[in-house]
């Protein structure tokens, strides 16, 4: 609970974490897997314009279009739809919702208000049949990680979850973003399931995210960030933000920062408790909330009851 207070006024550091997740910390720390090597500077006191203003400068929207080997070489540029993702929703959007999976949304009774928002993004398998009240159950994106594809139990090819949405898949890459290693060796192989999908479903928009915009993030999520954070991949929470960021006027993120609801239930729909889930192991997800609690434009009281924070869009941001 003190933590949490501190998390919505911003001044949160990793030493106030229970001491299993700092020893998690800092075992990410020392294996390093991803090959991290920050280059980049310490710019820790940004206000909310400077930061706003670096994102705009910063952020590009980027998924795999074939035109790189290995891709280029494996006829990837005929596979990937030919509308490129920032193209693809239309210009006018004014605000979008995301939804993140934590419990803390359920009781929240924010459904109606989620789906009044022109479009909606939702991760991995998080379902809205059954909990209609507390997300709602319009989805326009989807952002799936590695596994969704690869582990039978989420029956990637005939839910109906994955089915009439927007996808959006990605994979840890090496930091170096080398696509040959990457595609030799993927956290988890992404691609033959995405190949096969492609071909059988050439009509619904599927997209997979470039490794250098998901380690463009990570590198901004450092530099503006005093302590050393996990050299792993932002989550998925992370991406989903800063891509509805570049496409929508105004971005609402509902329970990503927790309100009063906090509970160590990992996901509303699953029976299973980790703080980790919120607070992170893996990924620097602590560091991800701070920096996006200082870019909240929403009210406090909307903080702390709905767990909303409000974040302008890329494109409005003036310089
Ligand atoms: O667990 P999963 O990655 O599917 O959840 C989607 C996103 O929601 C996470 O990447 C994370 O950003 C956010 N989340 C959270 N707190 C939780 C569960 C998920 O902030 N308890």
């Given at each position: 609970?003190?933590?949490?207070?501190?998390?919505?006024?911003?001044?949160?550091?990793?030493?106030?974490?229970?001491?299993?997740?700092?020893?998690a910390m800092g075992a990410y720390l020392r294996a390093n897997?991803?090959?991290?090597?920050?280059?980049?500077?310490?710019?820790?006191?940004?206000?909310?314009?400077?930061?706003?203003?670096a994102l705009r400068g910063r952020v590009r929207v980027r998924t795999l279009d074939g035109s790189e080997p290995p891709f280029s070489a494996l006829g990837w540029?005929?596979?990937?739809?030919?509308?490129?993702?920032g193209r693809l929703l239309p210009r006018g959007?004014?605000?979008c919702a995301v939804v993140t999976s934590a419990g803390a949304i359920l009781n929240s009774s924010l459904g109606e208000e989620i789906d009044s928002h022109d479009a909606v993004l939702r991760f991995n398998s998080a379902p809205t049949r059954g909990y209609e009240k507390d997300v709602g159950n319009k989805t326009t994106v989807r952002i799936i990680n590695s596994q969704i594809l690869t582990n039978p139990r989420h029956h990637f090819i005939d839910s109906s979850l994955y089915?009439?949405?927007?996808?959006?898949?990605?994979?840890?890459?090496?930091?170096?973003?080398?696509?040959?290693?990457?595609?030799?060796?993927?956290?988890?192989?992404?691609?033959?399931?995405?190949?096969?999908?492609r071909q059988r479903n050439p009509d619904q928009p599927f997209y997979i995210l470039h490794p250098k915009f998901i380690w463009q993030l990570w590198d901004i999520i450092?530099?503006?960030?005093?302590?050393k954070i996990q050299p792993n991949p932002p989550s998925s929470g992370f991406l989903g933000i800063l891509l509805m960021m570049s496409l929508c006027g105004?971005?609402?993120?509902?329970?990503?920062?927790p309100s009063v609801r906090q509970t160590d239930l990992c996901h509303y729909h699953e029976p299973y408790y980790?703080?980790?889930?919120?607070?992170?192991?893996?990924?620097?997800?602590?560091?991800?909330?701070?920096?996006?609690?200082?870019?909240?434009?929403g009210a406090q009281g909307d903080l702390h009851r709905k767990g909303k924070v409000v974040l302008p869009g890329l494109r409005a941001v003036r310089c």
């Open positions: 609970r003190a933590l949490l207070r501190r998390l919505w006024k911003g001044d949160a550091s990793a030493r106030m974490l229970h001491p299993r997740l700092q020893k897997k991803h090959g991290v090597r920050f280059r980049g500077r310490r710019a820790a006191g940004r206000s909310r314009a400077e930061l706003l203003c540029r005929a596979l990937v739809p030919a509308v490129p993702l959007l004014r605000t089915k009439d949405v927007i996808l959006v898949a990605w994979d840890p890459a090496p930091y170096s973003a080398n696509l040959h290693l990457w595609y030799k060796k993927p956290d988890y192989n992404l691609f033959t399931p995405y190949v096969q999908h450092q530099e503006n960030t005093r302590e105004e971005v609402h993120v509902y329970e990503y920062i980790d703080a980790a889930c919120t607070l992170g192991a893996y990924h620097p997800l602590l560091y991800e909330k701070l920096l996006v609690q200082r870019l909240n434009t």
